[in-house]
T-cell receptor
Framework: EDKVVQSPLSLVVHEGDTVTLNCSYEVTNFRSLLWYKQEKKAPTFLFMLTSSGIEKKSGRLSSILDKKELFSILNITATQTGDSAVYLC???????????FGTGTRLKVLA | DAGVIQSPRHEVTEMGQEVTLRCKPISGHDYLFWYRQTMMRGLELLIY????????DSGMPEDRFSAKMPNASFSTLKIQPSEPRDSAVYFCASSLGGASPGANVLTFGAGSRLTVL
């Protein structure tokens, strides 16, 4: 059965800290991986990764995929209270358009 | 575009009642997904449609759940009869679909929070 596991489940840091969130997967025929940020409402899209070793970057957030070791990480540098949210990763396999989501990492950034 | 539109935003009902959740996808998106989110199980895919046709309904919990997409701009998820364990946030999402990777990013609606007493 295809599976996506995120760690840690939750994390509390102080403003200015750097955090690394992990997403590992066991799926047949990997196609792509998405990262989302979810505050109190709908998940909002952050990154899509399809190729190994290529870093995607947007401001203080960056992400990279390792297809050999079957994981992705999401880095947030110089964290701010506005980064407090649940971060979700989702994996799609070839031959389907559905995404399997991990249970998320709940990040709380303290002022 | 207004994004993915869901209604109602909140629904409180009693066990045994019928519940209908509604979704309008982004215009031009060929794929529509229904997800359910709970604290215990996270985001679970219930069903998805391509060009109004159900493609994979393996995540639908049981016969009490049904989903339809009568046209490209409207979908419903119905629960009949509802039970307390159905309490969750139900999200609808849509994507363009196609060979380009970016065309398969999911855009979510704001969700419908269902409470069954």
């Amino acid at each position: 059965e295809d599976k996506v596991v995120q760690s840690p489940l939750s994390l509390v840091v102080h403003e200015g800290d750097t955090v690394t969130l992990n997403c590992s997967y066991e799926v047949t025929n990997f196609r792509s991986l998405l990262w989302y940020k979810q505050e109190k409402k709908a998940p909002t899209f952050l990154f899509m990764l399809t190729s190994s070793g290529i870093e995607k970057k947007s401001g203080r957030l960056s992400s990279i995929l390792d297809k050999k070791e079957l994981f992705s990480i999401l880095n947030i540098t110089a964290t701010q209270t506005g980064d407090s949210a649940v971060y979700l990763c989702a994996v799609r396999t070839s031959g389907t358009y559905k995404y399997i989501f991990g249970t998320g990492t709940r990040l709380k950034v303290l002022a | 575009d207004a994004g993915v539109i869901q209604s109602p935003r909140h629904e409180v009902t009693e066990m045994g009642q019928e519940v209908t959740l509604r979704c309008k996808p982004i215009s031009g998106h060929d794929y529509l997904f229904w997800y359910r989110q709970t604290m215990m199980r996270g985001l679970e895919l219930l069903i998805y449609f391509n060009n109004n046709v159900p493609i994979d309904d393996s995540g639908m919990p049981e016969d009490r759940f049904s989903a339809k997409m009568p046209n490209a701009s409207f979908s419903t998820l119905k629960i009949q009869p509802s039970e307390p364990r159905d309490s969750a946030v139900y999200f609808c999402a849509s994507s363009l679909g196609g060979a380009s990777p970016g065309a398969n990013v999911l855009t979510f609606g704001a969700g419908s929070r269902l409470t069954v007493l």
